[in-house]
């Protein structure tokens, strides 16, 4: 059953092969036995045989949607009330969300089936799964080597079979570089597609919560579950939410496809470049055309981000003060010590570094230096991503410039781990929608293609997906060991 | 750029976060090496550019001025660390 995908899994399901019950359970199963990869933080295990079960019933009923008793799983950004949300933070170990995020509502409305949540970076603030408080997570295709992330318990785990799909977040490539580094589909969707109300926010106007998934076809039926206008978010977009499976098959005929020259500098590996390479070629059979386009402030995108990123962390997290909720330190002195000692005890270095530099960055004297600053910078990328995409509809290029790196290769410099975002961060930046597709293999591990389309146009991007993946079957390998 | 300890424990002051004295100079260097990253950006002239605080051109929405939320301050203090008779505990503030 653990092959199979969403839609194939919904027939079984109507057909009475199994029960939401019995698919669920045989998931936990797996959970269980692959437990060394770390991929959960909680195991939602009763309360998923609970939700089966009514699941179930639905089934036997007319009214069920396509994901109803499907198990999927979540990153443990999105609070869920009643079971634990930790954001891979000690700071939230014990911290049991009081209401449910919109898109756990979402998902629960469409009586799917919740299996646990997901291991992350710390406040999803890392490329690697190596900042989590609950541990590294281990790439199922090499278990020497991370993930990737910050969703890379998502990933992990929807490449070992331990879901069929999952949610992720994408502030700086966190949905599309681990989806790149295990080998599975994911898609960062435009800036305020998705509502984020409930997301533990790390940087406002960057984050944005998207689907995960082995294909860009089961990556729709996520996608159409999530999307949608929110009050409850004041950066929600209030724009009709199209049929994402509706335009799959759509020929791509006439596609015009822009590489980037600056994503293909000589600093990209051989073999990366060979199967990105082969994936152009791919589409140029499906009928596409090819031209180069320039992103010429590509190269100001990291120093940009780890600025505007940085602030706004530092704003946000200023809110776990250890009154509220969260960690608080045992018999503080004054006041304080209660916010000193709380946070000091409770965050992990990268989060620590990432709050002073935005701190530094925002503090008076620094601002228009180094905030403003950013955001002049900002604004040209993305006006070079706007020339770019009156040119062409959509861009292609390599999502990372590495493929899964060994767990603890990077750990000692955090700039290095920076600069793996090269691809990726430009793209928030801008608020574009991008997707991370398997294309190939470099000394065995997975490669990902990056496809990065205009604002809202994600049911172009699946399409464009979805065609690839008919013609090929990157997507369909499974790591050894994991059949 | 080079930040000095004295300036690391000033920001984690400021940002109200405890850091161990013998990590200090590793943040000093982390965050210097960082603001080095970050003045490439000085090579490029923005002076006629405007900051792009947002992805999305709007307007901040309104909505009517009515009640939408419930009181919930019992469900929302049961996962505080410590609350009495309703409130909020923290350590004495005034003497």
Redesign the interface.
């Known amino acids: 059953m653990h092959n199979k995908t969403i839609t194939e899994l919904a027939k079984g399901l109507r057909a009475k092969e199994y029960s939401s019950v019995e698919l669920t359970q045989a998931y936990l199963d797996r959970i269980k036995k692959y437990q060394d990869l770390n991929c959960y933080i909680t195991v939602a295990e009763e309360n998923a045989l609970e939700q089966a079960k009514l699941a179930d019933s639905q089934l036997a009923s007319a009214d069920s949607a396509l994901l109803t008793g499907i198990p999927i799983a979540q990153k443990d950004i999105f609070c869920t009330q009643g079971i634990k949300t930790s954001c891979g933070s000690k700071m939230l170990d014990?911290?049991?969300a009081?209401y449910n995020a919109t898109v756990i509502e979402k998902f629960n409305a469409d009586n799917a089936v919740m299996l646990g949540k997901l291991n992350m970076d710390e406040f999803a603030m890392g490329s690697s799964n190596e900042t989590s408080f609950y541990g590294a997570v281990q790439n199922p295709w090499d278990t020497d080597t991370v993930p990737g992330g910050s969703s890379g318990g998502s990933a992990s785990a929807i490449a070992a079979r331990l879901t069929v799909a999952a949610t992720g977040t994408d502030t700086g490539g966190s949905i599309r570089q681990p989806a790149s580094l295990c080998g599975i589909t994911g898609l960062k969707p435009t800036?305020?597609r998705v509502s984020r109300f409930g997301m533990i926010a790390f940087a406002s106007?960057l984050d944005q919560g998207g689907p995960m998934a082995r294909s860009a076809e089961d990556a729709a039926i996520l996608m159409q579950t999530m999307a949608g206008f929110d009050?409850k978010d004041?950066?929600s977009?209030d724009r009709a939410v199209p049929d994402y499976s509706a335009g799959l098959n759509n020929s791509l005929e006439g596609l015009k496809i822009g590489l980037p020259k600056e994503f293909f500098s000589q600093d990209l590996n051989n073999d990366i470049a060979s199967a990105i390479e082969s994936a152009i070629n791919e589409y140029k059979k499906l009928g596409a055309e090819v031209k180069e386009v320039s992103l010429p402030?590509m190269?100001?995108a990291?120093?940009?981000y780890?600025?505007i990123a940085s602030a706004e962390c530092?704003a946000n997290l200023?809110r776990y003060?250890?009154?509220?909720?969260?960690h608080?330190c045992h018999s503080?002195?004054?006041?304080?010590?209660?916010?000193?000692?709380s946070?000091?005890?409770a965050?992990g270095?990268e989060v620590?570094?990432r709050?002073?530099?935005g701190?530094?960055?925002l503090?008076a004297g620094y601002y228009d230096a180094?905030y403003?600053?950013?955001?002049?910078?900002?604004?040209?990328i993305?006006e070079d991503f706007s020339r770019a995409l009156s040119e062409v509809d959509v861009l292609m290029g390599p999502v990372s410039p590495s493929t899964a790196f060994d767990i603890g290769e990077k750990t000692d410099d955090?700039?290095e781990m920076?600069l793996a975002d090269i691809y990726t961060i430009a793209i928030n930046?801008?608020?574009?929608p991008a997707m991370s597709l398997p294309s190939g293999f470099a000394d065995s591990k997975p490669v990902g293609l990056q496809v990065i389309g205009n604002y809202f146009s994600e049911d172009r991007l699946l399409n464009i997906a979805h065609q690839y993946q008919q013609v090929t079957d990157w997507h369909q390998q499974t790591p050894k060991g994991f059949e | 750029m080079s930040?000095t300890a004295d300036e690391?424990k000033k920001?984690?002051?400021?940002?109200?976060?405890?850091?161990?004295e013998t990590?200090i100079d590793a943040?000093a260097s982390?965050?210097s090496?960082?603001?080095d990253?970050?003045?490439?950006?000085?090579e490029?002239n923005?002076d006629e550019?405007?900051?792009?605080?947002?992805?999305?051109d709007?307007m901040?929405?309104l909505?009517p001025d009515v009640v939408t939320e419930k009181n919930?301050r019992e469900?929302?203090q049961?996962?505080?660390?410590?609350t009495e008779a309703g409130l909020?505990l923290?350590?004495?503030?005034l003497d």
């Open positions: 014990n911290f049991i009081p800036y305020g106007s009050t004041s950066t977009v402030n190269k100001l990291i120093p940009a780890y600025v530092s200023s003060d250890g009154v509220r909720f969260g608080r503080p002195a004054d006041l304080n010590d209660l916010y000193t000692r946070r000091g005890e965050f270095a620590k570094r709050i002073l530099m701190t530094y960055a503090s180094y403003i600053k950013a955001q002049k910078v900002r604004c040209l993305s955090p700039i920076y930046l801008a608020g574009l | 930040l690391v920001i984690a002051h400021l940002a109200r976060l405890g850091i161990d990590d943040y982390d965050l090496n960082m603001l990253l970050m003045t490439q950006m000085g490029t923005t550019i405007q900051p792009m605080a947002h992805p999305m709007q901040q929405r909505r919930q469900h929302f049961s996962i505080a660390p410590q909020y923290v350590p004495k503030v």
